[in-house]
């Protein structure tokens, strides 16, 4: 029971931290790198993997031996929910790991419990924990390594070296930055065993030797093909200040922060700076570990970075966990100073301290959980959803995102293909494959837009709009959905519908069974011109139910437009061609019941209507019944 009593608060931090990273789990779909480690890491065999994919980006050989058996275990790719408990469980360690750091270095229980928590309430490491990619764990496994690096250099007994060489091993082998810790750690028992040269020298050929089997991964994997040498980073280049105005408030919070991060990296840099402070005069040990283990990492990167563009905080979430005991140390030893001037225990007064960091760290967990403006990734399971809804084999559709998330969440029958397919690729290429593809699909899907900055923006959308019919514009969360056909009917159509006068007569119409997600209801109306008219005419689609308690008629929503939106003019157009018009009638308004669609045309200037053969002014076309449930179905 005592056990239990020592080990409760503990325990409470890990289901803490459990939860945060299971709320929402499956609710934001995956983002465009963590689709592709789902579908070229977990979903190919190892062997395809190392010789199609890992020798074109940068990472180390073990990320797809365990995504692959991951993948096994959790029965398939199906699941985003499973996929992601990988990192959740992985970086859930940490919370442990913090603690036993914590009470290491200071030798206080209550310490090592306060960086638990802070653990398993870090905003950044529970935004990586929720992905399926190899940063969550990476970060769990980093923190765990380092605790076991510390405990060696403290113990260094036969079990300490077994455990730190297996745990230092996993965790270097999962990223290349990892090494960052690996050196900082080295430098950290240099100094506190330097007159130790028999443990010494273990140590140093062990890291070396980890070291050179992930040097020999890359050389076989990165080097030899020549990825290295051509890989430019895909981030950005070495920036000094970008160490107080990013590094340090995403390290300490995360990057879902709802205040001006710049100004608030400059305040922390200076609380992580007396923190420091704060610790070199009360304990030379503590702030060697802290030190090296959080300004190591970041420096080496920065020195990567001044050759590759790969100056991002995520490269060394392995300083997370110093930060964290800066922080806490730096608390209560603050604390400690203060107890002369206020009654309280010295854990009540350093926990008053960090409250600063729980408001600030509760406040960036809603923004990541609640706030639309930090959404983690465009809602491609939304836009899957209702492509399969729409989308038959004859269409095709063309993504201009190059977003391997499509590829996850696309389930329909139609090809797809990506285009533009990269930044650079000419304008003319991109209008010769569209002509190449013109006229061999019912019709074609533009889906998503193409990511900021690329110079060839727009050119698809440009093109469809200059030689097709657009018969479709939607947005799924944010994501445009364009549907484009030729503007020449191919369709046969054996009798007329109606007559309108002696100008135009209805062929037919198509009327989508649902809203579309923006709230219009999508109608398609084939026309054929009969005869010229002396005035411009209009045509009209009017919805009609219960009485509009707003107008005080049935009429409820309309679509007024020149033929296909003024390309056509009746005072000139060609009798007996046959031509599509599109209408969208917003629906948002609608009270439950059953509605009538109506058409017709009429002569704008004057308002008059043409008639039907038996005198009526407008023609039934179809009904529809709305339900408020069925309208808030996405």
């Not at 940063?135 to 390594?145: H, K, L, P, R, V």
């Not at 050929?205 to 051509?230: D, K, R, Y």
């Given at each position: 029971m005592s056990s239990l009593r020592l080990f409760l608060p503990l325990i409470l931090a890990i289901l803490l931290g459990f939860f945060l990273r299971l709320h929402n789990l499956e609710s934001v779909p995956l983002r465009g790198d963590e689709a592709f480690s789902v579908l070229y890491w977990a979903d190919l065999p190892v062997g395809e993997s190392l010789t199609r994919i890992a020798q074109g980006e940068p990472h180390t050989p073990l990320v797809y031996l365990v995504a692959r058996i991951w993948r096994q275990f959790v029965g398939g790719i199906d699941s985003v929910f499973a996929l992601r408990m990988l990192s959740v469980l992985g970086n859930l360690l940490?919370?442990?790991?913090?603690?036993?750091?914590?009470?290491?270095?200071?030798?206080?229980?209550?310490?090592?419990?306060?960086?638990?928590?802070?653990?398993?309430?870090?905003?950044?490491?529970?935004?990586?924990?929720?992905?399926?990619?190899?940063?969550?764990?990476?970060?769990?496994?980093?923190?765990?390594?380092?605790?076991?690096?510390?405990?060696?250099?403290?113990?260094?007994?036969?079990?300490?070296?077994?455990?730190?060489?297996?745990?230092?091993?996993?965790?270097?082998?999962?990223?290349?930055?990892?090494?960052?810790?690996?050196?900082?750690?080295?430098?950290?028992?240099?100094?506190?065993?330097?007159?130790?040269?028999?443990?010494?020298?273990?140590?140093?050929?062990?890291?070396?030797?980890?070291?050179?089997?992930?040097?020999?991964?890359?050389?076989?994997?990165?080097?030899?093909?020549?990825?290295?040498?051509?890989?430019?980073?895909?981030?950005?280049?070495?920036?000094?200040?970008?160490?107080?105005?990013?590094?340090?408030?995403?390290?300490?919070?995360?990057?879902?922060?709802?205040?001006?991060?710049?100004?608030?990296?400059?305040?922390?840099?200076?609380?992580?700076?007396?923190?420091?402070?704060?610790?070199?005069?009360?304990?030379?040990?503590?702030?060697?570990?802290?030190?090296?283990?959080?300004?190591?990492?970041?420096?080496?990167?920065?020195?990567?970075?001044?050759?590759y563009n790969l100056f991002h905080p995520r490269y060394v979430l392995s300083a997370a966990p110093a930060f964290i005991l800066a922080l806490v140390l730096g608390s209560f030893g603050l604390a400690a100073h203060l107890r002369r001037f206020f009654r309280l225990r010295p854990g009540a007064l350093g926990l008053l301290v960090l409250s600063p960091w729980f408001v600030l760290a509760l406040a960036t967990l809603q923004a990541h959980f609640n706030d639309p403006a930090f959404r983690r990734a465009p809602a491609?399971?939304?836009?899957?959803?209702?492509?399969?809804?729409?989308?038959?084999?004859?269409?095709?559709?063309?993504?201009?995102?190059?977003?391997?998330?499509?590829?996850?969440?696309?389930?329909?029958?139609?090809?797809?293909?990506?285009?533009?397919?990269?930044?650079?690729?000419?304008?003319?290429?991109?209008?010769?494959?569209?002509?190449?593809?013109?006229g061999r699909f019912g019709s074609i899907y533009v889906v998503s837009r193409e990511q900021a900055g690329w110079a060839n923006a727009g050119a698809v959308v440009a093109w469809m709009t200059d030689n097709l019919q657009e018969v479709l514009l939607t947005d799924t969360a944010g994501l445009p959905v364009r549907q484009y056909m030729d503007w020449a009917i191919r369709q046969q159509f054996d009798r007329e519908v109606a007559r309108f006068g002696d100008a135009v007569a209805l062929l037919g119409h198509e009327l989508a069974p649902d809203p579309l997600p923006t709230g219009e209801l999508l109608l398609w109306i084939t026309w054929k011109p009969l005869s010229r008219t002396e005035q411009s005419l209009k045509s009209f689609v009017h919805l009609y139910g219960p009485v509009n308690p707003a107008t005080g008629s049935a009429l409820w929503s309309q679509d007024d437009q020149y033929p296909q939106g003024g390309r056509l003019d009746s005072k000139r157009w060609r009798a007996g061609e046959v031509y599509r018009d599109v209408y969208y009638l917003p629906t948002g308004d609608l009270a439950d019941g059953e509605y009538q669609i109506s058409v017709g045309w009429y002569d704008p200037a004057g308002g008059a209507r043409l008639s039907l053969a038996g005198g009526a002014d407008s023609y039934a076309l179809d009904s529809a019944q709305f339900t408020a449930t069925a309208r808030s179905e996405p």
């Open positions: 940490g919370v442990s790991a913090m603690y036993a750091l914590g009470a290491r270095l200071s030798g206080v229980r209550s310490i090592g419990l306060v960086a638990a928590f802070l653990f398993a309430l870090h905003p950044f490491e529970i935004w990586h924990s929720q992905e399926f990619r190899n940063y969550g764990y990476w970060a769990g496994m980093s923190a765990t390594t380092l605790w076991l690096g510390l405990r060696l250099i403290d113990r260094g007994r036969r079990a300490d070296w077994i455990f730190y060489a297996a745990a230092a091993c996993f965790t270097t082998l999962t990223i290349y930055t990892e090494p960052f810790s690996l050196i900082a750690l080295a430098c950290f028992a240099i100094i506190e065993r330097r007159r130790d040269p028999r443990f010494l020298r273990p140590l140093l050929l062990l890291q070396a030797g980890i070291g050179m089997l992930l040097v020999i991964g890359f050389a076989l994997i990165q080097v030899l093909p020549g990825f290295a040498t051509s890989y430019p980073g895909l981030v950005q280049a070495f920036s000094l200040t970008d160490y107080f105005t990013r590094f340090v408030p995403v390290l300490v919070l995360g990057t879902t922060i709802p205040f001006d991060m710049s100004a608030l990296g400059c305040a922390l840099s200076l609380v992580i700076a007396l923190a420091s402070l704060i610790l070199f005069r009360s304990s030379k040990r503590q702030f060697r570990f802290v030190a090296l283990t959080a300004v190591m990492p970041l420096l080496l990167l920065g020195l990567v970075s001044s050759h491609w399971d939304e836009l899957g959803r209702f492509l399969k809804s729409r989308v038959v084999e004859t269409d095709l559709v063309i993504q201009l995102s190059v977003d391997p998330a499509f590829g996850y969440y696309y389930q329909s029958p139609a090809p797809e293909m990506a285009l533009p397919v990269h930044s650079a690729q000419p304008v003319a290429e991109i209008e010769m494959e569209l002509e190449r593809l013109r």
